[in-house]
């Protein structure tokens, strides 16, 4: 077990850090999808209400906890349940299993971006002409184990590097590297889109809402995406904050990753939707958008060849921030509840993961018929994590903070470094009541939707 905890070098290292780890697929691949799918700007304004009534409380709370627990999910369930010890045990030993699980899918959609980025390069997508087209070629690629497992296994790899090294030297180092040059690709891909003719549309349809789209299922979706796109819920938070110094400011801290996560999805879309609707392609076009129609937009926009190799190397970066924070605290759960060294887990882990990850790869190819309740192996992770595992995470931290702990124990922990406690008491209160009311019936509302219960 480790005796001592690492901790970041500054307040600046944890933001980049914790952003990176909420700035994922789910921002370049995921929310642009889900926008285009349910009317564009109606659909924004609803999912900002969400990241504030839900996101954003539940966030800081796992960040609090981590902070005020020194310690990774299980240790601090097991250490600091006043009562039902064995229960909230289980509970932290749910947070370990969830993140093992996403990895091991997660990184087959990271290794596709990747090799995606090498397909830009040798000039493949160049040739493509259709969206018709484009999917034929996803649908090749995949397919093909060869090619599938090759960029999976490079993708762990990567990951597995990055925290081989530790806190400082490896995760805030690479936070640092990586996360100035997604904002300046990004950047850059959104002046391309909105240069480009026919923007007026993207345009429209990002930043004019059309209310007549919106139905309670919508605002179901905004809900659940809010939540699950800021990595609330397995403990990955949890563990970034226990690395924090225990006079930084949190309220601070988690508003400026919420903002950054907010503002980088909703950049993705205008340099995607500015791009679709200027090539005069669907943007209602599903999960499909990024892989079957992007690569048909840039193959015939003006310089697609740069503005391809930019884009998918913006979303392997996404992935790469994401994957190594879900490492990591995997990582610490071990160094806590085990004698093994950081380099010794870092290895066995990422092995691990990858020998998980292979059913999930092989789904589109050789083991495509391979089906349980008619889902792939690949599908079953997917639903599993992200429709019950992440959602009864987020309400086990939202429950431990607001109901275990004491609220004394809690608002001294989130005032901590602040130096006008008193100008923040309404703040401090407003949070707790979304915490301890609110969040948690929502959640279980997303909860029951996305398992088809409502």
């Not at 564009?40 to 954003?56: E, Q, R, S």
């Not at 004019?208 to 403990?235: C, E, R, Y």
């Not at 999805?265 to 340099?271: D, H, S």
Request: glycine fraction near 10%.
């Amino acid at each position: 077990m480790q005796t001592t905890r690492e901790h970041w070098g500054n307040k600046l290292g944890f933001i980049l850090a914790a952003a990176g780890s909420a700035v994922g697929l789910g921002n370049i691949w995921k929310f642009p999808y889900i926008t285009g799918e349910n009317g564009g700007a109606a659909f924004i304004i609803i999912y900002l209400l969400c990241i504030m009534l839900i996101g954003l409380p539940v966030l800081i709370a796992e960040i609090l906890l981590g902070r005020y627990a020194q310690k990774g999910p299980i240790s601090t369930f097991r250490d600091f349940a006043r009562r039902h010890k064995k229960i909230w045990t289980a509970g932290g030993i749910l947070f370990f299993i969830t993140g093992f699980i996403i990895l091991g899918y997660y990184n087959v959609i990271a290794g596709w971006s990747l090799g995606y980025v090498f397909e830009s390069i040798s000039g493949h997508i160049a040739g493509i002409s259709s969206s018709a087209d484009a999917a034929t070629h996803f649908r090749e690629l995949v397919s093909n184990p060869v090619w599938t497992l090759f960029w999976h296994f490079i993708f762990v790899a990567a990951g597995g590097l990055v925290v081989y090294f530790g806190v400082r030297n490896g995760i805030e180092r690479i936070a640092r590297l990586l996360m100035p040059v997604f904002f300046l690709i990004l950047i850059f891909l959104v002046f391309w889109g909105v240069s480009l003719d026919g923007e007026g549309k993207g345009l429209t349809f990002l930043f004019q809402p059309d209310w007549s789209t919106i139905n309670f299922k919508t605002v179901l979706i905004a809900l659940g995406h809010a939540f699950f796109t800021l990595s609330v819920g397995m403990g990955v938070l949890l563990t970034y904050g226990s690395y924090l110094d225990k006079n930084d400011n949190l309220l601070f801290c988690g508003s400026m990753i919420v903002i950054l996560d907010t503002l980088i999805a909703l950049m993705a879309g205008l340099a995607i939707f500015t791009s679709v609707f200027g090539m005069g392609f669907d943007p209602a076009e599903g999960p499909g958008l990024v892989f079957n129609v992007l690569p048909a937009v840039f193959s015939i926009m003006p310089a697609g060849s740069i503005f391809s190799l930019l884009f998918f190397t913006l979303l392997s970066i996404a992935a790469l921030t994401s994957t190594i924070s879900i490492l990591e605290m995997l990582v610490s759960t071990l160094l806590d509840e085990t004698r093994f060294s950081r380099h010794h887990i870092v290895i066995v882990l990422s092995l691990l993961i990858f020998v998980l990850g292979i059913p999930a790869a092989l789904s589109f190819g050789g083991w495509s018929h391979v089906r349980l309740f008619d889902m792939t192996m690949f599908d079953i992770m997917d639903y599993l994590s992200a429709n019950i595992l992440l959602p009864f995470g987020g309400l086990l931290v939202a429950v431990f903070v607001a109901w275990v702990l004491k609220k004394n124990t809690v608002l001294n922990e989130l005032y901590r470094g602040i130096a006008e406690k008193s100008a923040l008491r309404k703040t401090g209160d407003t949070w707790y009541f979304l915490l301890k009311y609110v969040a948690p019936v929502l959640i279980i509302l997303v909860f029951l939707s996305i398992t088809g219960i409502i």
